[in-house]
């Protein structure tokens, strides 16, 4: 194959699988900028006890994002095989893990939300908030872990968009119902939660209606989803395994940000939670262009064709450098003016404002990290590395420059974050590196 054609048929599979992925993630993490906007209309501790109680839901989605990273490496490696079976047993293993984490966190969010709660904060009135949004939210947790596992599913066999109609429909019935509770009926934050629970319930039945519409074979009789043996578990979880350490300590270490972001005052905390909700609208984009190639990757190292996968891992590389550029420039300029329609004081738009454009800067090594750590190293089988590197520029960079800028220097919020993105830099050139070894390109099936 000529390098010409190459690049044809990978830009051309890059953007059958990252189209509907780009715009399904656009409208998820849309779900959380509209909870954060129309909740942004009622105060500061409003937002910002959305904002803390999010937390422990970005925890446990992360902790199943791991679970389900894990799974979707066998499940691109055996599709590329052409194995139905062995798809139906990571299916199994992946959504019992995932339905266990669930329950284990509403738990938290229904017994213990104050104490959380108060890692972040003694703002009483934020508690509050945080507490009320909480009790409701639980729901929601056991519904996610059903939705983003049916996702990596479809996303593993390359039915991307199913996933993405689904979550338009969620996304309209977010909009609609968080407009009529908050609004309307003046539920302030628990019409919030409640529209996020109804969102959910919307989206499961669609994926599961369509699936069945289109006769998509991820799901077969229950006993052959769990039709495997303890050395089969053995081989899932020694690949496995370091993925969700790794998404669990990542996902911690950025919840101990949060805890010295704390130090910066009550107006850094809300100023962070408003520029959080928005640059995810925009970072997203990247992370999903990733996400596809990850994909593509990995079905070729399961097709045993190493050499096209590492060429194909390059310019992965390349297209998430230029998407991520212009995405970034376009954050600079444009979020500032999303700022500007919060309904808080405007030191608060002032700092996310300011917020925004470091995260803007650092958007390119943030999302190349993504591609060599999620797209590339970890499709491969890579996962101990990843992991070692990912706690490496958290818990022994970002961490400590959070608590230095913020507890003892005093910095405002937007130079902490600059701060911390330092070991964003550090993991580019550690990963790129390991990336350029190829020692990455192992075939696990």
């Known amino acids: 194959m000529t390098k010409i054609n190459e690049n044809k048929k990978f830009l051309k599979t890059l953007a059958v699988l990252a189209l509907p992925m780009v715009l399904q993630d656009f409208m998820t993490h849309s779900v959380n900028f509209v909870d954060m906007w129309m909740v942004g209309q009622l105060s500061l501790d409003a937002v910002t006890g959305l904002g803390l109680s999010k937390r422990l839901f970005f925890l446990f989605i992360m902790l199943v994002f791991g679970v389900n990273s894990g799974g979707a490496i066998f499940m691109g490696q055996y599709h590329g095989k052409g194995d139905r079976a062995g798809i139906h047993r990571v299916l199994g293993i992946v959504l019992t893990v995932n339905l266990l984490v669930s329950a284990i966190f509403a738990a938290i969010a229904i017994f213990a939300p104050r104490w959380f709660l108060s890692i972040f904060t003694q703002n009483q009135l934020v508690i509050e908030e945080g507490v009320r949004y909480l009790a409701i939210a639980s729901i929601s947790y056991l519904l996610s872990a059903i939705s983003v596992t049916i996702v990596v599913a479809l996303r593993s066999i390359k039915q991307t968009k199913i996933p993405m109609f689904a979550s338009a429909c969620a996304l309209v019935t977010k909009i609609g119902v968080n407009a009529l509770f908050i609004f309307v009926l003046d539920m302030g934050i628990i019409g919030a939660a409640w529209s996020t629970v109804i969102a959910r319930v919307v989206e499961i039945a669609i994926q599961l209606f369509l699936i069945k519409r289109y006769r998509l074979q991820i799901f077969t009789k229950l006993r052959k989803h769990f039709d495997f043996d303890w050395s089969y578990v053995k081989g899932y979880c020694k690949v496995t395994l370091p993925v969700i350490a790794n998404e669990f300590m990542w996902a911690l270490g950025i919840v101990l940000y949060e805890v010295a972001y704390q130090f910066t005052g009550d107006y850094g905390q809300g100023a962070f939670q408003l520029s959080e909700s928005i640059q995810h609208i925009f970072l997203m984009m990247g992370f999903s262009v990733g996400a596809a190639s990850g994909i593509i990757i990995a079905n070729h190292l399961g097709a045993g064709d190493r050499e096209l996968a590492i060429k ?118 550690i990963a790129g590196n390991r990336v350029r070894k190829n020692k990455w390109a192992n075939r696990l099936v």
């Open 312 to 429: 194909f891992s390059r310019k992965a590389v390349l297209t998430g450098a230029i998407v991520t550029a212009t995405l970034g420039l376009i954050l600079f300029f444009v979020g500032p003016l999303i700022v500007s329609t919060y309904n808080v004081s405007a030191e608060v738009q002032t700092l996310a404002a300011r917020n925004l454009m470091v995260i803007a800067i650092f958007t390119i090594p943030r999302t190349i990290n993504y591609f060599f750590i999620i797209a590339i190293l970890r499709q491969g089988g890579d996962t101990m590395f990843c992991l070692m590197v990912d706690v490496v520029g958290v818990w022994l960079i970002g961490i400590p420059m959070a608590f230095l800028g913020a507890r003892v220097l005093g910095l405002p919020i937007y130079a902490v974050l600059a701060m911390v993105y330092i070991e964003e830099v550090v993991k580019f050139f």
